[in-house]
């Protein structure tokens, strides 16, 4: 017995039907391992901090780490014992107002850190990808900008800017881009 499809349903098949062409012709992105095969592993020293803001290496470091440990596509380990290594230094970190209000009061924050990254393939001893100028940025407001809003901190923003640098790190280094 043939049972007529939801809308949902035909929805569905209709996405699919656009989309399976597409896929198969090669046609927009695909998420491949971009490191060589015979790297199985990365260490993260110490990132170097040329700011003066208390903890942000350590911070950075580890948000770093945590993304490598999370995406399991490369072993953490040891300089001594790793095939590739990820240095970096923070170069800058900036915490501007963003916005205002007509009677001048900032009311949106940036925080912007910028970093300089080489990931070096330690087998054949040559650099995989360099960058000299990674900036990444969030913004945050200090009051609520609408009903059940609430302030955020440069703290949290900071947080934030970390957490997508990590995730832009390992998106770089394990699919390239």
């Given at each position: ?32 391992n971009a490191v060589p095969s015979h790297i199985r592993s990365v260490a993260v020293p110490a990132f170097q901090n040329n ?127």
């Amino acid at each position: 017995m043939n049972r007529p499809r939801s809308h949902g349903a035909r929805r569905a098949a209709l996405l699919a039907a656009t989309l399976l062409p597409l896929l198969g012709s090669g046609c927009g992105y695909t998420l491949r391992n971009a490191v060589p095969s015979h790297i199985r592993s990365v260490a993260v020293p110490a990132f170097q901090n040329n700011t003066i803001e208390y903890a942000l290496s350590e911070q950075v470091t580890q948000a770093i780490v945590d993304a490598f440990l999370a995406d399991r596509q490369l072993a953490l380990t040891t300089e001594r014992d790793a095939n590739s290594v990820l240095r970096g230094t923070i170069v800058s970190y900036r915490n501007r107002v963003f916005a205002y209000t007509s009677d001048e009061r900032a009311t949106e924050y940036e925080v912007v850190v910028v970093v300089q990254l080489t990931f070096r393939d330690l087998v054949k001893n040559r650099d995989l990808w360099k960058e000299d100028a990674l900036a990444v940025r969030t913004t945050y407001n200090v009051s609520p900008v609408g009903e059940g809003d609430v302030p955020r901190t440069e703290t949290d923003a900071r947080q934030d800017v970390v957490q997508k640098l990590a995730a832009q790190v390992v998106s770089r280094t394990v699919q390239g881009w």
